[in-house]
């Protein structure tokens, strides 16, 4: 079983940051089969992609965060790090980490962790 720990949510401020962090296995951060990506749903919405990483250091984001949210892999530290710059109140939704297996297609999700963006 697979697991992944999100954390870093919270309350913030308009044009504030905060850094969400992503903990799993060893197993997962030391092969090169997993691409770590980050999706976020809005309360009443569809769950949405935001930025993913491969282990050969390849990132890809959603429009919507491209230049604002960076994706980070730390696979020494067994992390996958977002950071999000210059929030703004539609970034608000629970956050959650998702480690695909490009062999299998098998995903292995964490639990969410909120983030809140109000004055």
């Known amino acids: 079983q697979v697991q992944l720990v999100e954390s870093g949510g919270g309350l913030v401020q308009p044009g504030g940051s905060l ?40 990132t890809t984001y959603a429009d919507s965060v491209k230049g604002r949210f960076t994706i980070s892999r730390d696979n020494a530290k067994n992390t996958v790090n977002l950071q999000m710059n210059s929030l703004k109140p539609e970034d608000t939704a629970v956050y959650s980490c998702n480690a695909l297996q490009t062999g299998s297609g098998l995903n292995y999700w964490g639990q969410g962790t909120q983030v809140t963006v109000s004055s």
């Open 19 to 58: 850094r969400l962090s992503c903990a799993g296995p060893r197993s997962i951060f030391s092969s090169s089969s997993y691409v770590m990506r980050w999706f976020r749903q809005a309360l009443g919405k569809q769950r949405e992609f935001i930025a993913a990483s491969t282990s050969a250091g390849f």
